[in-house]
């Protein structure tokens, strides 16, 4: 393969004043096959060849190929703008705040994400200005590899000539197992701190060493990281939670000052008892990867957010609250459920915006842990509890805290946590109730749905009218 890494190097410092040079790799040189691709986004770059327009694969998509794995996403750029693109593809809309992207809607709920080239923001390059500023305007295709956070997620497929093309050098650190930030790493995570999580994330998800001068910039920025939106954090958490590879990615955090600057509280106790808190939790997010990990393909499934958070907190509940050996009865009950709602909110909840019905659920589940730990099987659980909403995910959340320690739990699946995801049924009826609403025209139809003379909210229907 083409070893121009000097020279990109160079090239990618130098920029802002003289364009990068781009390595081309040929159909030979790299191992990603147009058959790979998925059929849906190959027909969005067919369409935008054919009408003449420029159309890459881009980031993750390309990165996986490149692995030998299977993209979750195909996600697609092209010199098209938001709306020409519109104009092209009948059956999408355009999302985003920030930045304008169309989604192309195909049959069986798939969505092809397609977005415009983008240029680097003036603050990203070394201008002064706030946090993640505006990155509105469109560029050519070097400008959208500099902007992107990492090497191994800025590459771009083409199917014209089959091309992998790589301003950045983000082949050689693929072949190299290196994850490595595009760029300066201190400018980049001060102008969003997020992008440390990501490089964790990607380091956990493939295996991959980090970069030294990535690494050391983490160290540095760290404390940084609760400056960006606690809504961002908690999405950003979560993703990772879901993601399969929970543990590795709880292993790198724990490595760095990442974890002490997102969870402060589980430091708590002593030297002992903070390693054994660590080696619970690394326990219990196994056991949840292999919950994500499962057959997702044939059965679909999600797991709640608050059930995921009551799991990460569990190993911090259990040594804090003494849960679950501790006997819970009466008011001795309902005071530990408080001083235990009270520290989640303090030390979670709101560092985290987690929305207060998540915040209840999760104190819920994990209170009682006590209640199922102190009797036999699911035939001697309190009546009280299983007449609760939250029985089933009760039972799930003890289950796995079982697993953790090692001890055999009989009949249990990865479904038992989790139901499936109705997508496609929601979106039949999505398009029923449209093409119902379409056919009826403007001001036709009955519009509270009811075959009663009042309607749903006093609302008469048409024929009664």
Known sequence: ??????????????????????????????????????????KVLYRLRDAGYKGYLVGGGVRDLFLGKQPKDFDISTDARPGQLRRLFRNSRTIGRRFRLVQVFFRGNKIIEVSTLRSRSEYDEGGEGELLASNNTFGTLEEDAFRRDLTINSLFYEIEGRTVIDYVGGVED????????????????????????????????????????????????????????????????????????????????????????????????????????????????AEMDRVCQSDREERPVR???????????????????????????????????????DEIDRHFAVPFNVPRMAKERISTLLINLSTLHHVGNGKDHPRWLQRKSYYQDCKRLYALYQLSQGRSVQGVSAEDFSSPVQKQKAVEVISAVQGASSSRGRGGGNPAFSSKKSGVFGLRSRRHS
């Open 1 to 42: 393969m083409p070893n121009q890494s000097q020279e990109r190097q160079a090239t990618g410092e130098g920029a802002q004043s003289s364009p990068a040079v781009a390595t081309i790799f040929s159909e030979t040189e790299h191992p990603i096959r147009e058959h790979q691709l998925d059929r849906e986004a190959l």
């Open 303 to 341: 797991i709640d957010d608050y059930f995921l958070f009551a799991a990460l907190l569990l190993p911090w509940a259990c040594s804090r609250f003494h849960l679950p050996g501790e006997r819970l009865r009466g008011p001795q009950f309902h005071e530990r459920l408080t001083a235990l709602r």
């Open 174 to 285: 693929l072949n190299r197992g290196v994850i490595r930030m595009v760029g300066d790493p201190d400018q980049r995570f001060t102008h969003d701190p997020v992008r440390m999580l990501r490089v964790v994330r990607h380091a956990a998800r493939t295996g991959f060493s980090i970069d030294p001068a990535t690494s050391a910039a983490l160290r540095r920025h760290s404390g940084e990281l609760m400056l960006c939106p606690p809504s961002r954090l908690r999405d950003e958490i979560l993703k990772d939670l879901r993601s399969g590879a929970s543990q590795a990615w709880a292993e790198q955090c724990l490595a760095t000052p990442l974890w002490r600057t997102l969870f402060p509280f589980y430091r708590h106790g002593g030297r002992d008892a903070q390693e054994q808190g660590r080696l619970a939790l690394l326990r219990i997010l």
